[in-house]
């Protein structure tokens, strides 16, 4: 199975918006969950949206409630793309961004990284004031 590959990032200014893009592993092509988290410097990751979906027309998105109304998480279904897009950037937005791919989440576990059994390698995001 293929790892998920996150691209995007990038630097901003607060206020500012930014793009990531996670193509997913092979076992989310046809239904699952992927994730974003983050990790902060001297931080623990932590997760950021998640996005479960079961068929070609519904999924469920979770959010992080630091982020909710800034973040939003969407799919390209077909391009087996999972997109986040980041609005009213912060400063403590900054850190590196992971995607991760499982194989379902729910509202109780979304967040946890043993959900996930597929991780991309992270992307940089840094917000100045």
């Known amino acids: 199975q293929a790892q998920p590959v996150e691209s995007g990032g990038g630097s901003a200014q607060a206020g500012g918006s930014l793009r990531l893009s996670c193509r997913g592993s092979?076992?989310?092509?046809?239904?699952?969950?992927m994730g974003w988290f983050r990790q902060a410097p001297g931080k623990e990751r932590e997760g950021v949206a998640a996005?479960?979906?079961?068929?070609?027309?519904?999924?469920?998105?979770y959010y992080a409630d630091s982020v909710k109304g800034r973040f939003t998480i969407s799919q390209d279904k077909a391009a087996n793309t999972v997109n986040l897009q980041m609005n009213s950037l912060k400063p403590e937005d900054t850190g590196t961004y992971y995607c991760?791919?499982?194989?379902?989440?729910?509202?109780?576990?979304?967040?946890?990284?043993?959900?996930?059994?597929?991780w991309g390698q992270g992307t940089q995001v840094t917000v100045s004031s």
């Open positions: 092979s076992y989310t092509r046809n239904g699952g969950c």
């Open positions: 996005l479960d979906y079961y068929n070609s027309y519904e999924s469920t998105q």
């Open positions: 991760a791919a499982g194989e379902q989440c729910y509202a109780s576990d979304w967040f946890r990284m043993r959900t996930y059994g597929s």
